[in-house]
């Protein structure tokens, strides 16, 4: 191993910029000529646009423009969509609501946009955005996802029941015959609760149309700036793709809300030529993002898992309502689906599964992929099921896990929900997360907790998730309208320093360290001379972008690519210099060197000599960069054991998470120590989701936790110090890194560790988030407690 | 944020003049609660006259056995104020509490209990110690006349707060449960045992600071946890919200109460 290569804990190239407020964010550009934009927005969860005013907001000091609805149909722009066709039992495709950059006769919730005002300054721009006149006839909303097919009034009116899919996968027939003959039973219903994504940057754009070259740039906060790219042109249509460059500089957190083709972007994009060439900024302000980023989760569900009388799992059944928002976002069918149903299976050998999903349209926000996506939703339900069904038979929740785990050599293993696992020891990595946790001393822990007036309680969760997404054609039979690749391009300079252009974007992650790691190790070229180049349309290859953990396994992998290709190249040149057959030439460390010699050349005489071709091979192009695709064979799949310990506090439900320990089966590691981080800060995303998050709605649809008065984001102190291990683990085969991806793991597995723990402590599961009220007054009415009393 | 007019006078009798002959002007003392006002665009004052550089308004002082602190003394100030600590040091722990550090730093005494927010912290302090609210006008206003409503308080238009005196209690604690969001209190109970008898205020729990009766009888009789075991908060009057039900909120009440009386020693 390289010094800081493969496998090292090297600190993070970014962090001194990022710390010492160095960074480089949209909202830090300022382009000559910069206009502002603010957008004016629905006040109502429902209403139909009767007139809209533009003439006193026109008539405001410094007003450039004021768009509407009728503006962007007038010059033909294409609607937001959904980029993922899943289709119903029936076979009908899923019903997708229009979707404008600006509302069109109605608004479906608080936050949709109305109108945008551009103008010389921001407080103009806002003073104007006050005086535009719209009428509104407000319509009843739809906001209980539980009763939106049957609620009074249609989000779409042309969608009946709301509903936009009812969906399905697994054998039906064969789950109904296990549950026929099963000994025991174990049910229960659901919430998962919506989550506001949150990201520390607010998203920002500026749209700028060059008159002279009829070309566009935008500059925003976008996690996949290609994808962006396609969407802006190929389904809106503002510019052609060849004339339009997207750039994400810095970006400070996305979570899976910067995935997504929002309608603010693409209007300053449009509005940047509307006055003429102008740049036009817009930056959200922080109540803004609540009620426009895609927000995540919101299942209502219902499951039931079939047990023999030892406690294997015969089958399990789901039924989940999942809510969609007022429009689909642009991979939100996907998530309650393909990303949740297909995981259903755990890390269990439960032979039969079967699932269906309705998703509804209800007058809220749209909801998308957030850390996990859909992930979370399918381990939560099966973990704290799972526990349940230890409970009800009398068993330790550890035994029955130990009974029903996918023993190690059946691996490749194919589920019964369509994916095919490719390696997993989990049996293993559960025996090392129990021994760390010392989970058979926790009675004298409990103990010392009751002296000390505290309910102490244990909770396991063992979570899998399938990452590096995704093979092509398989995304694609399933109604992908994209393919999930990724590239990379690796370029040498005459001096020997590397650029390492990546399709992927950090946003966060650390990939201008874990990739620079990669290439000094399969170049053999000191760290510091690699420089990861990335999140500039114009300069990197197309690229899929960064989300479901897929830029180390499908991203990095790329790069491995285009780093053999360099070497291939580099042996013919060394071969030429050394005067020896291709075939004896031997690359390692940095080194070309004639087998069993010691002649070499060092890869930067052989870089050298590839932009110098003085003394060259015949017919061999100069220069020395490559550029690879890699699309992966198969998804990896992440999988570990999360050990919980709470305390509650008996007089005030106040739950505290005394300890937590996760044991991660990541493949092979680039960095433990930027892996740990990505653990740490999922642990927490997890921990926030099971304790303190939760987007609220009042029967209107106003948002009643619009701000962090109301909306709980975990702090420091809410968060034990964490005990991470990852485990020496089971090299993933889809790459041939044997990675897996470790960005979601920790808000996967969290939350039902938690839940666990509180249902251990106080014998009653207490729905996310578990307030102090809900765990209080779930102790009032536990069972468990009344009888120790 | 509107545009407003930006006044920073360096005496009280400045500080009046501006307000009286600006009617729709608002003093800014810490600013923690109005500045993002103004930035929501939810206030539009014509004037902002900013109290922060008017020496006569800051600093902590012992005066008769207890403590005078100005209105524009920062929450740090007490917290970290060894006078406080040694003369009251309930009240310093309650500023020490009193949201993050950047609050604690820009925060005021006066600034909290003249804007008399339900859930703030510093208006069970001066109801619980029977402080008195003294201003620009020459008036010294019992606590229990001063705090009026939600939001609302005994001030007229035109007067400052200059400073709050809190008589030395025998005893005193304060026990507040966070809302887990704004931390703000969602209960928070100040217990002190006074020359004049037991006084026990309650914030967070109601429209405004009240003063717990019942808990105050309880521990008139006997000062002890026990004490409490046998009351009953009424939760018809308190406040019931996405966060805490009113019934939630009586039952905390009880248990911050024990728990401030724990801190009281």
């Not at chain 1, 010492?20 to 909202?27: I, L, P, Q, V």
């Not at chain 1, 906060?221 to 750039?247: C, D, M, W, Y």
Request: charged share 20%.
């Amino acid at each position: 191993m390289a010094e800081k290569g493969i496998g090292a804990r090297v600190l993070r190239k970014e962090d001194l910029r990022f710390i010492s407020g160095r960074g480089h964010y949209t909202d830090d550009i300022n382009l000559p000529g910069q206009a502002y934009a603010v957008f004016v927005r629905s006040p109502h969860a429902h209403a139909r646009i009767k007139r809209i005013d533009k003439g006193p907001a026109l008539a405001s000091p410094g007003v450039l423009a004021v768009l509407d609805g009728q503006d962007v149909a007038a010059d033909r722009l294409g609607n937001l969509v959904c980029g993922w066709l899943v289709k119903s039992k029936d076979g009908s495709p899923m019903k997708m609501g229009k979707h404008p950059l600006l509302a069109q006769e109605k608004v479906r919730y608080v936050g949709d946009r109305v109108a945008v005002v551009i103008a010389e300054t921001y407080h103009q721009a806002k003073d104007a955005a006050e005086k535009l006149i719209v009428e509104y006839e407000e319509l009843p909303a739809v906001v209980d996802l539980a009763k939106a097919h049957d609620a009074p009034a249609l989000v779409h009116d042309e969608i009946p029941n709301n509903l936009c899919y009812d969906w399905e996968l697994g054998d039906k027939a064969a789950v109904d015959a296990a549950f026929a003959k099963a000994h025991h039973i174990t049910r229960a219903q659901f919430v998962n609760n919506r989550l506001v994504p949150n990201a520390i940057e607010p998203r920002a754009a500026i749209g700028h149309w060059d008159p002279g070259q009829d070309a566009y740039t935008l500059y925003m906060t976008s996690q996949n700036p290609h994808v962006h790219r396609l969407v802006i042109s190929a389904f809106i249509g503002i510019a052609p793709e060849h004339k339009l460059r997207v750039v994400a500089p810095d970006v400070g957190g996305g979570f899976g809300s910067k995935i997504f083709i929002y309608g603010e972007e693409c209007v300053v994009l449009w509005a940047s030529k509307k006055i003429g060439g102008r740049p036009v900024k817009w930056t959200a302000e922080r109540s803004e993002s609540f009620i426009t980023d895609a927000h995540g989760r919101d299942h209502v569900t219902t499951a039931e898992l079939a047990l023999d009388k030892e406690g294997n799992f015969l089958a399990l059944r789901v039924n989940t309502k999942a809510n969609l928002g007022a429009y689909m976002s642009t991979f939100s069918s996907c998530i309650p689906t393909y990303l949740y149903a297909t995981l259903l299976a755990g890390q269990y050998k439960t032979p039969a599964i079967y699932c269906d999903v309705q998703a509804y349209y209800t007058n809220t926000v749209p909801v998308d992929a957030y850390r996990g996506a859909g992930r979370p939703e399918a381990s939560f339900l099966l973990e704290t099921l799972v526990d349940q069904a230890a409970i009800e038979l009398g068993m330790d929740p550890a035994d029955i896990r130990r009974k029903n785990f996918i023993p190690k050599d059946a691996f490749p293993y194919q589920t019964p929900v369509a994916l095919v696992y490719d390696t997993g020891d989990y049996a293993r990595v559960f025996e090392e997360a129990l021994k760390i946790a010392d989970y058979y001393g926790f009675p004298a822990r409990r103990a010392e907790s009751e002296k000390r007036g505290k309910l102490r309680g244990i909770g396991l969760s063992c979570y899998i998730e399938a990452c590096g997404i995704a093979p092509s054609a398989v995304v694609g039979s399933l109604g992908a309208g994209v393919g999930l690749w990724e590239s990379a391009k690796v370029r040498f300079t005459h001096t020997g320093k590397v650029q390492v252009l990546t399709g992927t974007h950090t946003h966060g992650q650390g990939h201008e360290t874990t990739f620079a790691q990669l290439v000094a190790d399969k170049l053999g070229v000191p760290f510091e001379d690699v420089e990861v180049i990335h999140g500039d349309t114009d300069k990197t290859p197309v690229g899929m972008g960064t989300y479901g953990s897929r830029s180390l396994a499908v991203g990095g992998e790329a790069i491995v690519k285009a780093c053999e290709k360099i070497i291939a190249k580099g042996k013919k040149i060394a071969a030429h210099l050394l005067e020896a057959s291709e075939g004896d030439i031997e690359f390692k460390d940095g080194k070309f060197t004639v087998k069993g010699t010691d002649k070499s050349k060092t890869i930067g005489e052989v870089v050298f000599a590839a932009y110098v071709p003085h003394n060259y091979p015949p017919g061999l192009e100069p220069g020395m960069e490559e550029t690879a695709f890699f699309d992966p064979p198969n998804f990896t799949f992440p999988a570990g054991t999360y050990v919980c310990e709470v305390e509650v506090d008996p007089q005030t439900g106040k739950v505290d998470i005394v300890r937590f320990i996760a044991v991660d089966d990541f493949g092979n590691v680039v960095n433990p120590m930027i892996v740990e981080g990505q653990v740490h800060g999922g642990l927490v995303q997890g921990i926030g989701q099971a304790l303190l998050e939760g987007a609220r709605y009042d029967e209107s649809g106003q948002l009643l936790t619009g701000s962090y008065m109301d909306y709980a984001m975990p702090r420091a102190s809410d968060v034990p110090f964490f005990e991470v291990v990852t485990t020496q683990g089971t090299p993933a085969v889809a790459n041939s890194l044997g990675v897996k991806g470790c960005g979601e793991a920790g808000a996967i597995g969290a939350p039902a560790a938690v839940i666990n723990a509180i249902r251990n402590a106080i014998g009653v599961r207490v729905e996310m988030p578990a307030t102090p009220e809900r765990v209080w007054r779930a102790i009032q009415q536990s069972p468990m407690l009344k009888a120790a009393e | 944020m509107y545009a407003f007019d930006y006044f920073r006078p360096s005496t009280l009798a400045e500080a009046a003049q501006l307000l009286a002959s600006n009617p729709e002007a608002k003093l800014l003392a810490g600013g923690q609660t109005y500045i993002p006002t103004l930035k929501q665009r939810l206030a539009k004052p014509s004037a902002l006259i900013d109290l922060a550089h008017i020496a006569e308004l800051r600093g902590i002082s012992e005066e008769a056995g207890g403590l005078t602190i100005g209105a524009m003394t920062r929450h740090a100030e007490v917290a970290a104020s060894p006078v406080v600590k040694r003369v009251i040091p309930a009240l310093a722990a309650l500023a020490e509490e009193i949201g993050d550090p950047q609050v604690r730093n820009r925060g005021t005494l006066g600034g909290s209990i003249a804007n008399n927010d339900p859930a703030a912290d510093y208006p069970a302090a001066v109801l619980g110690l029977g402080a008195t609210v003294r201003t620009s006008k020459g008036r010294a206003i019992a606590a229990d006349d001063f705090f009026t409503g939600m939001f609302e308080t005994a001030l007229e238009p035109d007067e400052i707060i200059t400073a709050v005196h809190f008589p030395k209690p025998e005893k005193a604690g304060y026990a507040k449960f966070p809302n887990p969001a704004s931390r703000y209190a969602i209960v928070g109970v100040f217990v002190a045992k006074t020359a004049a008898g037991v006084r026990v205020a309650v914030t967070g729990a109601a429209p405004c600071v009240f003063r717990a009766t019942a808990i105050e009888q309880a521990l008139q009789s006997a000062w002890s946890e026990a004490a409490i075991d046998g009351v009953r908060i009424d939760p018809a009057n308190l406040n019931s919200d996405i966060h805490a039900s009113a019934e939630y909120r009586a039952h905390l009440i009880t248990v911050m109460a024990k728990r401030a009386l724990r801190a009281a020693g």
